[in-house]
């Protein structure tokens, strides 16, 4: 494809109004000959380029959007002409800067010598004009400094100008980077401007040829500070607001060297304490830790006062990092040593560290208060006493005898531990489907929106279509006709599921459905694939997707042919469990009415009676609901809705009341394997045949009752975990099986975790086995803490159902610990966190039966198992466990006051009493 040609009348248009002159421009153009258009230009007057700008003007119309490689010349033609034929300064900004010409940007050079000839005021407006745009536009900085150096004017000051002129020097690296900098004319500007652009930093980090000392931005521009060419009090002070702003630490780390490389005096430094305590407060760790090493300096000289020490000290013992913390204890420790008569000013600020999350910073800040109490009055031992009471129990006491004073009001009540757990999960009712066309369509859009996991919508929008079809088909897709047509994919939506068995790898299924309501499938693809689904025999998704998908195609089917009055299969809550009795009315309502039974729809029905009664609801099939089977009234009950389903003559109402009986499946068994999956160790979960399954279901819900083996390839999306896990509510065992493996790449390859799955798979009704334990497990070795908090969130939710089984998972992170791929600090950090929230018990329940593996793993980093001791001694400290571990009272034994011996003692000392 070529730039489209203005021809016949325009042309002749263009001629009898300009001459040849213009004509001549715009031949130029279409050779795509960018130097001669720039010539033809040059002899144009100021009359015959306003008509020249209107030709170019149509030809740019004429070819927007036409970005070929063919196009490339002509389109840099066709900038250079149009930069030289605009007569106004905004005009000529906007036309270089335009999108149309990003394909194929004009020369820098040619663009300079069309405009060479324009006004000084004028080439400076253009420049500034273009300096003000966003980086996101990339205007070249050759061109802005070239018109800068041809108008004499000042260069601009903005963030495009700015990281331009950085990325200028890295192009020329024959000359030094000082040597460049110290012949820039606008250099004191460009500095100045320099601190405060966004993100600068990060570029201006690496090293340029030239004598040592002086190859790197901060390097030269403190050689440049020495020699006179800067202002050194501008430059400090530029400098240390810069770091007071924050921002990211690779951009902060170049400032923080040049800090380093101006070499403050101590007279710059005393004249500055203000900027160095809001540092060492607020700043990210390491500009935090060069404003603590200043101040430990002026501290340990005299140069700073007990007050103001005391003040930072607060502020720097209230922060996490431990070794900020520890640093200032040891510092602080220096300056009583030299001067032990600023105890009572200093002491009560230690006793900032008597609440910090490291217990190993809280016993050295009271040994640190014990070395010096005899400087302090009753009144400020008084106030450590009360401050002392933040410290763990363990360390309570010796406080106590520290101090001389006990911890706590005298007449306070013993300490009695109570457990702290979130309330077990209580299952909604599911409110009826919409009662009107606008209604569903608004559920469709819902899930459209966004929301292909919300089960429950989904559920109501699959019975709502079927409803509403059987209604008035004209009024539904009346309704979802405007719901469907603002999506992208409306006009390709035939044609792509023709082609997949599902929608969208990401979608819920009800596209499939509402195509159908719509009439955009035909009759013998549906048939086509309700056979392929419903025989079991695609290979598209396996287990309960595939159960999932042969649902949406039997609806689309049936509403496409054969609506029936509603679906059976609906749930009764959010679960994805349906009420007996509701089930046994559903299949009645249908007997009256003489409507056709979906096979998929009936069984999925079946596979999610509930046969216990759900917890905190009041029951939706009302009164008399089972309270569960192998119970007086629970038997009685399930007899009671198998004799009204019998009672319907027909071969569902058998099948029904043959499950009524026959009562709930049990759970396939299962043991663990060590498999590799992503070229990783790992431990997975093979469970046996479902018994029961294969005898009352065909198709995909027979299969369900397949063995899982981790070698066996599983399809089942992860991104759909509700409606998995709704398939067969009493069964998450199934689900965390089939998902296993992506949770090992969870841990192992820090893939990132499906939102809101673990909390889920914890919620479901049903027991919870290996494969849930060891997901949970897998979930606390997460990369990011915000993922392995979902971890946590579903161990406390296991806890509360009281289905938690700490000593498996206790067992699980001991030997996932040894898997080469998995950081065992990460599952420190969870069980933290769950201790964190009040569970103590819990955490220390299954850390009881992970540690004597933990302390026999020779590979173990050592800073890990600390972190495991730590977590252990507290939370024995706070539940008042009481147990024998001979790994640890061995560990315990050794000598050496390492942070895991410390920890190891402790704990020994908690468990002893």
């Known amino acids: 494809m070529t730039v489209r040609l203005l021809t016949g009348a325009a042309v002749d248009a263009a001629r009898a109004e300009a001459g040849p002159g213009v004509l001549d421009v715009y031949e130029a153009v279409q050779q795509g000959d960018a130097e001669r258009a720039a010539q033809c230009v040059g002899k144009l007057d100021l009359v015959q380029r306003r008509v020249c700008i209107d030709l170019l003007k149509r030809l740019r119309s004429a070819n927007r959007g036409v970005w070929t490689w063919d196009n490339r010349e002509r389109l840099r033609a ?21 999108r149309d010409f990003t394909w194929a940007p004009a020369p820098d050079a040619l663009l300079l010598d069309v405009l060479a000839d324009r006004a000084p005021e004028w ?30 004017c000042a260069a601009p000051t903005t963030e495009a100008y700015v990281h331009g002129w950085v990325f200028s020097h890295f192009h020329s690296r024959r000359v030094s980077l000082i040597d ?69 630490q690779m951009d902060e780390r170049m400032f923080l060297r040049l800090l380093e490389e101006l070499a403050l005096t101590r007279a710059e430094q005393l004249a500055r304490l203000a900027d160095w305590a809001a540092l060492a407060a607020d700043a ?108 763990t129990p363990g360390l309570r006491g010796e406080a106590a005898e520290i101090l001389g004073q006990p911890i706590g009001e005298g007449d306070e009540i013993p300490y009695s531990y ?16 919409g009662a009107t066309p606008a209604e569903v369509a608004e559920d469709v859009s819902v899930l459209l929106a966004g929301a292909p996991n919300d089960l429950v919508t989904f559920e109501r929008a699959l019975d709502g279509l079927m409803r509403q079809a059987a209604r008035d088909r004209k009024a539904l897709t009346d309704a979802l006709r405007p719901v469907v047509e603002a999506q992208r994919w409306w006009e390709h939506m035939g044609s792509w599921i023709e082609r997949q068995d599902s929608f969208h790898f990401l979608s819920s299924g009800i596209e499939i459905v509402v195509a159908a309501a719509l009439g955009q499938l035909r009759m013998e693809l549906l048939h086509q694939r309700v056979q392929h689904t419903s025989s079991g025999a695609s290979a598209a998704r396996g287990g309960p997707a595939a159960v999932r998908d042969a649902r949406c195609w039997e609806a689309a089917h049936r509403i496409h042919s054969d609506p029936g009055p509603f679906l059976l299969a609906t749930p009764t809550d959010s679960s994805g469990a349906i009420e007996a009795a509701v089930l046994v009315e559903r299949l009645e309502e249908y007997t009256r009415r003489g409507a056709r039974v979906g096979e998929m729809d009936f069984g999925q029905a079946l596979l999610r009676v509930r046969f216990e009664g759900p917890p905190g609801i009041d029951g939706a099939a009302g009164a ?37 009986r026959e009562g709930s499946l049990p759970a396939p068994s299962s043991h663990r394997e060590h498999r590799e999956v992503y070229r990783a160790r790992t431990v997975l979960v093979d469970l046996g045949e479902l018994p029961g399954l294969r005898e009352r279901f065909d198709g995909p819900l027979a299969r369900l009752g397949r063995p899982v083996t981790p070698t066996e390839p599983d399809h089942s999306p992860v991104t759909h975990y509700r409606h998995l896990l709704g398939v067969l509510p009493a069964q998450p065992e199934l689900v965390a099986a089939r998902l296993l493996h992506f949770m090992s790449g969870v841990a192992c390859h820090n893939f990132a975790p499906q939102q809101g799955y673990l909390p889920a798979l914890a919620e479901a009704p049903g027991p919870a086995g290996q494969a849930v334990h060891l997901s949970v497990a897998y979930g606390l070795a997460a990369r990011r803490p915000q993922d392995r908090l979902e971890a946590v969130d579903a161990l406390l939710v296991l806890a509360a159902r009281g289905v938690l089984d700490a000593e498996r998972l206790g067992a699980d992170i001991a030997e996932l610990s040894e898997l080469t791929l998995i950081k065992p600090g990460r599952f420190a950090d969870g069980v933290r966190a769950a201790a964190g929230t009040g569970a103590y018990a819990t955490v220390w329940a299954i850390l009881r039966t992970a540690l004597p593996g933990l302390l026999a793993q020779e590979s173990l980093p050592a800073k890990a198992l600390g972190d495991f001791l730590e977590v252990g001694a507290d939370c024995a ?35 002893s009493g």
């Open 624 to 660: 008399g609901a089972p309270s569960g089977p192998g119970s007086p009234a629970g038997d009685a009950q399930l007899s009671f809705l198998a004799a009204r389903a019998d009672a319907l003559g027909t071969s569902h109402g058998t099948r029904l009341a043959e499950h009524l």
């Open 418 to 433: 109570e457990e702290f757990l979130p309330p077990a999960p209580e299952w909604t009712p599911v409110s009826p489907a």
């Open 123 to 152: 080439l400076a407006d253009v420049a500034h004009r273009l300096a003000e745009r966003p980086r996101s536009a990339s205007i070249s900085y050759e061109l802005m400094a070239g018109l800068v150096r041809l108008s004499g």
């Open 877 to 911: 400290e706070r539940c008042g466990a009481r147990a024998e571990i001979p790994e640890l009272t061995e560990r315990a034994g050794r000598p050496g006051t390492s942070r895991v011996q410390n920890q190891a003692r402790r704990l020994h000392r908690a468990l």
């Open 78 to 98: 066709l900038a250079v002409a149009g930069a030289g034929c605009q007569t106004g300064a905004a005009a000529a900004s906007a036309w270089i800067a335009a």
């Open 284 to 391: 990210s760790s390491p500009v935090a830790a060069h404003a603590q090493t200043v101040l430990g300096t002026l501290a340990l000289d005299g140069g700073l006062s007990d007050e103001r020490l005391a003040d930072v000290t607060r502020a720097l013992l209230f922060r996490t990092e431990k070794k900020l913390v520890r640093a200032q204890l040891v510092l602080l420790g220096k300056v009583l040593k030299a001067r032990p008569a600023a105890a009572g000013v200093l002491l009560p600020a230690v006793a900032e560290a008597f609440g910090h999350a490291d217990t190993d910073v809280q016993e050295r800040a009271l040994k640190l208060v014990g070395r010096y109490t005899v400087a302090l009055d009753r009144m400020q031992l008084a106030e450590l006493a009360t401050a002392a009471e933040l410290l």
């Open 180 to 248: 460049r900098l110290r012949s820039d004319p606008h250099l004191t500007g460009l500095v100045s401007a320099f601190f405060v652009t966004p993100e600068v930093g990060s570029y201006a980090q690496f090293t340029f040829p030239g004598e040592p000392g002086a190859n790197t931005w901060p390097e030269a521009l403190a050689l440049l500070t020495r020699d006179g060419v800067l202002d050194r009090p501008t430059m400090v002070a530029s400098c240390l607001a810069r770091l007071l702003r924050g921002g990211r």
